[in-house]
């Protein structure tokens, strides 16, 4: 903790940071890869789609003595359809079995009720016809659709669009990792699932929105200065958000660890357990993407832009000119490609973002007070 | 981080006891009203308390392309909601959800079965003769009259002349406040006839037929309390539509109930082809509901309306019967065939509604159940408590992150997520009563969820405020300056999570928005709360020494922030020295 704490300091004058933006290929050919693999699990296993999404029946028995071979027999029996029988914690048993008809529901509850020997009342059934998943997945796609158009028009407004179509690219991967995950790992899909997914939409963006509001606000001057390019921008704010992004996911992610890991835990299996553990991963994801991919892309749309190309000739160009004459205090060895500014005074960094100074004398003034007043 | 230009952003230290105040009060108001209404949990949903849901998909009939309309929908839902309420199911709910699907919650204790059966079924829809009317309460002198009904109305119950003649004018057209629905079609002119009277007198009979099922009618009749919402859905029940029956129906001026002895069926909704609420111009504009039967449906409605058409009220009328219940009693005074027009004293809704159920028999469109889902209110209850352990431990997780990290600070988020928490409590249970909100597991996971959405907020400003600190400004101007910048930033964020909540809920169905819903509410409380209650807080608090002076176990200690050092050039040798142990 105490280390964070200071690193925060540290990052937020950018006296330690990471070159996220200049190592973006590497990052890119991470999240491709994450993306092929995704779609291959997808394309080679498919996902698991719960019974909510074939139709089908799913019972919950109270506690029984009878086992899981018995179970899976006597629904077997019942519906004359194969049956997935878990056990739950607690001598609980889940069993699934596709394919049934809601109307031979009852049926089958009560025969599994006198060969389970509990009480036809206490069990739990969730019958599902098979268009109603199909149903609600549309619903989810069309929303998703939806949403993805309207948040990118409001990105383009408050931000801009290459802001708007790096976030929406970031969510994309956010999800395709996420089902990729679902496919790999075969965990079953549920409308809490869905939930799940359609949750990280706004989880992920907030995150995103989060940097890209600080790099917004950096970049406000940005061709009035000569001391960083646009990518160099892009880090320093990924960088002096990385405390808080860190935060905001550490503590998004502890109740949903906690819904995941405890809620799933009492109930062995249950919509608890989908909607946090879509979550869990897609926040995950959503974390990364934030960091990894939609800041650097933003950077990659701009340097295409001739401005801000023309902004990075003129800072490279004032940098060598400065090697040359060997100043390298006020041009410190900061390529492009090297924007670690490890070794560069903080006041550089704040003069140079702001572009003119506008009160440096004051500002220092203030600072030199032992107190930290300024006046 | 870097430096704005000064002045611009500063907003004013404002009033900040004011906002605490507004916030104090609005949690007072919303606490009290929750006691107020009597409801001080939140209504739970079927997977919580235990019960039956059963969703229901309008599915498109051939030829009838444009059935599902959300007019159509809303007549369903009035007569499931009838029909299940109808039950004795105390708080079933029928609600649309989405433009297709209609959603049945049954709470635990009640005949599913019998629920499921009936929810599915069509409603039956039946034209019967009317032998005898009263006002709903139960008679208390003996009614006389009695009717076998087994030859249609060929046998006349004698009507109870005390309350018929109160109840039916003679004539049919003008009469709103009796049973005035008057069939007619143009001959309303013609009052009823005379012809009628000869068979009246005829079976004048004051003592019951010795047929113990008319005794048994006639006694049901005498008893039948149309006040009572179970005796009137009783009264229906089991009746095939060949035998007689008695029957409750609301009196034209919607007030009060009348009682009905009704012959069996001689039409049914089937024959009915279509019905259509219009303005009659010759009657003066009024609204009446046109009715077109098929071809077996207008030569069966013809003989009824012959034979009726010669009686004496009330026996003039027949009753459109719907689920047992008396939706219409309109009279007739002529013979009808194909087209019939019911006139009365009908506004556009109540015509519309009539044409609805007329038309479409009963329910205007067919429904496949696509999902039944039975809980156990132990399993329910379960559910439950897993998710506010689960909410609880999270909320303590979060609160523990926040205390080793933030310190000081995490004494106002907290203070904030336990505002957050109570009006989030609040808004819900009262929801509960007002618009139906029904607290589901999918709705716990999305205040879980919102825990940390909330939490972000408040990282958003105390990260700012750190960092105007570390700029090496006091507390008090640090807090004004970071908090317009936090203030974009948390809205520009929470805007977005509230645009995917509100789609998500516009959008989908089932648990999916009961979900977004929640999420919707609590992105708004966020703001609300950051923007009333942190802020003003963290204002306040900047006056506090322990704050201001930057305490070491404030969160705020410029020292441990790495607040600027004195000199300008300093490098990060000078600057990194700072304590480590900061949080």
């Given at each position: 903790?105490?280390?964070?704490?200071?690193l925060?300091?540290?990052?937020y004058?950018?006296?330690?940071g990471?070159d996220?933006?200049g190592?973006?290929?590497?990052?890119?050919?991470?999240s491709?890869?994450i993306?092929?693999?995704?779609?291959?699990g997808?394309?080679?296993?498919?996902?698991?789609?719960?019974?909510?999404?074939e139709?089908g029946?799913?019972?919950n028995?109270?506690?029984?003595s009878?086992?899981?071979?018995?179970?899976?027999e006597?629904?077997?029996?019942?519906?004359?359809?194969?049956?997935?029988?878990?056990k739950?914690?607690?001598?609980?048993l889940?069993?699934?079995?596709?394919?049934v008809?809601?109307n031979?529901s009852?049926q089958i509850?009560?025969?599994?009720?006198t060969?389970?020997?509990?009480?036809?009342?206490?069990?739990?059934?969730?019958?599902?016809?098979?268009?109603?998943?199909?149903?609600?997945?549309?619903?989810?796609?069309?929303?998703?659709?939806?949403?993805?158009?309207?948040?990118?028009?409001?990105?383009?407004i408050?931000?801009?669009?290459?802001?708007?179509?790096?976030?929406?690219?970031a969510?994309?991967?956010?999800?395709?990792?996420?089902v990729?995950?679902?496919?790999?790992?075969?965990?079953?899909?549920?409308?809490g699932?869905?939930?799940?997914?359609?949750?990280?939409?706004?989880y992920?963006l907030?995150?995103?929105?989060?940097?890209?509001?600080?790099l917004k606000?950096?970049?406000?001057?940005?061709?009035?200065q000569?001391?960083?390019?646009?990518?160099?921008?892009?880090?320093?704010?990924?960088?002096?958000?990385?405390?808080?992004?860190?935060n905001?996911?550490?503590v998004?992610?502890?109740?949903?660890?906690?819904?995941?890991?405890?809620g799933?835990?009492?109930?062995?299996?249950?919509m608890?357990?989908?909607?946090?553990?879509?979550l869990?991963?897609g926040?995950?994801?959503?974390?990364?993407?934030?960091i990894f991919?939609?800041?650097?892309?933003?950077a990659?749309?701009?340097?295409?832009e001739?401005?801000?190309?023309?902004?990075?000739?003129?800072?490279?160009?004032?940098?060598?000119?400065a090697?040359?004459k060997?100043?390298?205090?006020?041009?410190?060895?900061?390529?492009?490609?090297e924007?670690?500014?490890?070794?560069?005074?903080?006041?550089d960094?704040?003069?140079?973002?702001?572009?003119?100074r506008?009160q440096?004398?004051?500002?220092?003034?203030?600072?030199?007070r032992?107190?930290?007043?300024?006046? | 981080m870097?430096?704005p230009?000064?002045?611009?952003r500063?907003?004013?230290?404002?009033?900040?006891g004011?906002?605490?105040?507004?916030?104090?009060?609005a949690?007072?108001?919303?606490?009290?009203?929750m006691?107020?209404s009597g409801?001080?949990t939140?209504?739970?949903?079927?997977?919580?308390?235990?019960?039956?849901?059963?969703?229901?998909e309008?599915?498109?009939?051939?030829?009838?392309?444009?059935?599902?309309?959300?007019?159509?929908?809303?007549?369903?839902?009035?007569?499931?909601?009838?029909?299940?309420?109808?039950?004795g199911?105390?708080?079933?709910?029928?609600?649309?959800q989405?433009?297709k699907?209609?959603?049945?919650?049954?709470?635990?204790?009640?005949?599913?079965?019998?629920?499921?059966?009936?929810?599915?079924?069509?409603a039956?829809?039946?034209?019967?003769?009317?032998i005898?009317?009263?006002?709903?309460?139960?008679?208390p002198?003996?009614?006389?009259s009695?009717?076998?009904?087994?030859?249609?109305?060929?046998d006349?119950?004698?009507?109870?002349?005390?309350?018929?003649?109160?109840?039916?004018?003679?004539?049919?057209?003008?009469?709103p406040?009796?049973q005035?629905?008057?069939?007619?079609?143009?001959?309303?002119?013609?009052?009823?006839p005379?012809?009628?009277?000869?068979?009246?007198?005829?079976?004048?009979?004051p003592?019951?037929?010795a047929?113990?099922?008319?005794a048994?009618?006639?006694?049901?009749?005498?008893?039948l309390?149309?006040?009572?919402?179970r005796?009137?859905?009783a009264?229906?029940q089991?009746v095939?539509?060949?035998?007689?029956?008695?029957?409750?129906g609301?009196?034209?001026?919607?007030?009060?109930w009348?009682?009905?002895?009704?012959g069996?069926?001689?039409?049914?909704?089937?024959d009915?082809?279509?019905?259509?609420a219009t303005?009659?111009?010759?009657?003066?504009?009024a609204?009446?509901?046109?009715?077109?039967?098929?071809?077996?449906?207008?030569?069966?409605?013809?003989?009824?309306?012959s034979?009726?058409?010669q009686?004496q009220?009330?026996?003039?009328?027949?009753?459109?019967?719907?689920?047992?219940?008396?939706?219409?009693?309109?009279?007739?005074?002529?013979?009808?065939?194909?087209?019939?027009?019911?006139?009365?004293?009908?506004?556009q809704?109540?015509?519309?509604d009539?044409?609805?159920?007329?038309?479409?028999?009963?329910?205007?469109?067919?429904?496949?159940?696509q999902?039944v889902?039975?809980?156990?209110?132990?399993?329910?209850?379960?559910?439950?408590?897993?998710?506010?352990?689960?909410?609880a431990?999270?909320?303590a997780?979060?609160?523990?992150?926040?205390v080793?990290y933030?310190?000081g600070?995490?004494l106002i988020?907290i203070?904030?997520?336990?505002?957050?928490a109570?009006?989030?409590?609040?808004?819900?249970?009262?929801?509960?009563?007002?618009?139906?909100?029904?607290?589901?597991?999918?709705?716990?996971?999305?205040?879980?969820?919102?825990?940390g959405?909330t939490?972000d907020?408040?990282?958003?400003?105390?990260?700012?405020v750190?960092?105007?600190?570390?700029?090496?400004?006091?507390?008090?101007?640090?807090v004004e300056?970071?908090?317009?910048?936090?203030?974009?930033?948390?809205?520009?964020?929470d805007?977005?999570?509230?645009?995917?909540?509100?789609v998500?809920?516009?959008?989908?169905?089932?648990?999916?928005?009961g979900?977004?819903?929640?999420?919707?509410?609590?992105?708004?409380?966020?703001?609300?709360?950051?923007?009333f209650f942190?802020?003003?807080l963290?204002?306040?608090?900047?006056?506090?020494k322990?704050?201001?002076?930057?305490?070491?176990w404030?969160?705020?200690?410029?020292k441990?922030?790495?607040?600027?050092?004195?000199?300008r050039?300093?490098?990060?040798?000078?600057?990194?020295?700072?304590?480590?142990?900061?949080?």
């Amino acid at each position: 903790m105490s280390k964070l704490g200071n690193l925060g300091a540290r990052l937020y004058r950018g006296e330690v940071g990471y070159d996220f933006v200049g190592k973006r290929k590497i990052w890119y050919a991470v999240s491709i890869l994450i993306t092929i693999t995704a779609i291959v699990g997808l394309a080679v296993r498919g996902l698991n789609m719960g019974i909510e999404f074939e139709g089908g029946a799913v019972f919950n028995t109270p506690k029984t003595s009878a086992s899981v071979a018995k179970a899976e027999e006597s629904a077997e029996k019942a519906s004359g359809h194969d049956a997935i029988v878990q056990k739950l914690g607690d001598d609980k048993l889940r069993i699934q079995i596709a394919g049934v008809d809601i109307n031979k529901s009852d049926q089958i509850k009560k025969s599994l009720a006198t060969d389970l020997d509990v009480k036809a009342e206490d069990i739990d059934a969730d019958l599902v016809g098979p268009s109603w998943g199909e149903q609600i997945a549309n619903k989810a796609w069309q929303g998703l659709a939806i949403f993805m158009i309207l948040v990118v028009i409001y990105l383009a407004i408050a931000f801009e669009w290459r802001m708007a179509i790096a976030a929406l690219i970031a969510l994309i991967h956010d999800i395709t990792i996420t089902v990729g995950v679902y496919a790999l790992v075969g965990f079953e899909v549920t409308p809490g699932t869905v939930i799940g997914l359609l949750t990280i939409l706004g989880y992920s963006l907030y995150d995103t929105v989060v940097v890209f509001d600080s790099l917004k606000e950096q970049s406000k001057d940005i061709t009035k200065q000569t001391g960083h390019t646009y990518s160099e921008l892009a880090n320093k704010s990924i960088n002096g958000t990385l405390v808080r992004s860190i935060n905001t996911t550490v503590v998004a992610l502890l109740p949903v660890a906690g819904l995941l890991f405890i809620g799933g835990g009492v109930l062995g299996a249950g919509m608890l357990n989908d909607i946090s553990l879509s979550l869990f991963v897609g926040l995950a994801a959503g974390a990364y993407s934030s960091i990894f991919i939609a800041t650097p892309l933003v950077a990659d749309f701009k340097e295409r832009e001739p401005q801000m190309k023309a902004l990075k000739k003129r800072v490279l160009a004032k940098r060598a000119a400065a090697a040359a004459k060997g100043e390298s205090a006020e041009a410190p060895e900061r390529g492009a490609a090297e924007p670690d500014d490890g070794e560069d005074g903080p006041e550089d960094a704040a003069a140079a973002v702001v572009g003119p100074r506008t009160q440096p004398a004051s500002r220092n003034r203030g600072r030199g007070r032992p107190s930290g007043k300024r006046r | 981080m870097a430096a704005p230009k000064k002045g611009r952003r500063q907003s004013a230290p404002g009033k900040p006891g004011r906002s605490l105040v507004f916030i104090l009060i609005a949690l007072v108001a919303l606490t009290g009203g929750m006691f107020l209404s009597g409801h001080t949990t939140p209504r739970l949903g079927i997977d919580l308390a235990g019960g039956t849901s059963i969703t229901l998909e309008a599915k498109n009939e051939p030829g009838q392309k444009n059935a599902i309309n959300p007019t159509n929908m809303n007549t369903a839902v009035d007569i499931i909601n009838n029909r299940v309420n109808g039950l004795g199911v105390s708080e079933a709910e029928v609600q649309t959800q989405g433009d297709k699907n209609i959603i049945v919650n049954i709470p635990k204790g009640t005949n599913e079965k019998q629920a499921r059966e009936q929810v599915g079924t069509t409603a039956q829809l039946f034209f019967r003769p009317v032998i005898t009317q009263a006002p709903g309460a139960p008679t208390p002198q003996p009614s006389d009259s009695a009717s076998t009904g087994a030859d249609k109305d060929k046998d006349k119950g004698k009507k109870d002349e005390k309350d018929k003649a109160t109840d039916k004018a003679t004539s049919p057209t003008s009469t709103p406040t009796s049973q005035g629905r008057a069939v007619s079609d143009a001959l309303k002119a013609d009052p009823t006839p005379p012809a009628s009277d000869k068979a009246k007198d005829g079976k004048k009979d004051p003592t019951p037929s010795a047929d113990p099922a008319t005794a048994k009618l006639q006694e049901k009749f005498t008893k039948l309390d149309c006040t009572d919402k179970r005796a009137r859905v009783a009264a229906g029940q089991g009746v095939k539509p060949s035998e007689p029956t008695v029957a409750c129906g609301k009196s034209p001026d919607g007030k009060s109930w009348d009682k009905f002895v009704l012959g069996p069926a001689e039409v049914n909704g089937k024959d009915v082809d279509k019905a259509q609420a219009t303005i009659n111009q010759n009657a003066g504009g009024a609204w009446v509901v046109n009715m077109t039967f098929t071809k077996g449906g207008a030569k069966k409605f013809a003989k009824v309306t012959s034979k009726l058409s010669q009686q004496q009220p009330p026996q003039n009328q027949f009753a459109i019967v719907l689920d047992g219940d008396v939706v219409s009693a309109p009279s007739v005074n002529s013979t009808l065939s194909t087209n019939a027009e019911i006139s009365g004293s009908f506004t556009q809704d109540s015509a519309k509604d009539l044409a609805n159920v007329l038309s479409y028999g009963a329910l205007p469109l067919t429904f496949h159940e696509q999902s039944v889902t039975t809980v156990s209110p132990a399993l329910g209850g379960e559910q439950l408590k897993a998710g506010l352990i689960a909410g609880a431990i999270g909320l303590a997780l979060v609160i523990i992150y926040l205390v080793v990290y933030y310190r000081g600070l995490s004494l106002i988020a907290i203070a904030s997520l336990l505002v957050s928490a109570a009006l989030t409590y609040a808004i819900m249970t009262l929801l509960g009563p007002t618009i139906k909100f029904a607290l589901n597991l999918p709705a716990v996971c999305g205040a879980i969820v919102a825990i940390g959405i909330t939490a972000d907020s408040f990282i958003v400003f105390f990260e700012r405020v750190r960092d105007e600190v570390r700029e090496g400004r006091t507390l008090r101007p640090a807090v004004e300056r970071a908090w317009p910048r936090a203030r974009r930033t948390i809205l520009v964020s929470d805007f977005v999570s509230f645009l995917a909540a509100a789609v998500l809920f516009v959008v989908t169905v089932g648990k999916v928005q009961g979900f977004a819903f929640t999420l919707g509410l609590t992105t708004l409380l966020d703001v609300v709360v950051v923007f009333f209650f942190t802020k003003p807080l963290m204002t306040l608090m900047a006056r506090k020494k322990f704050f201001a002076n930057g305490h070491k176990w404030s969160g705020l200690d410029p020292k441990r922030l790495g607040a600027k050092p004195p000199l300008r050039r300093s490098r990060s040798a000078s600057a990194a020295p700072v304590d480590p142990k900061e949080a």
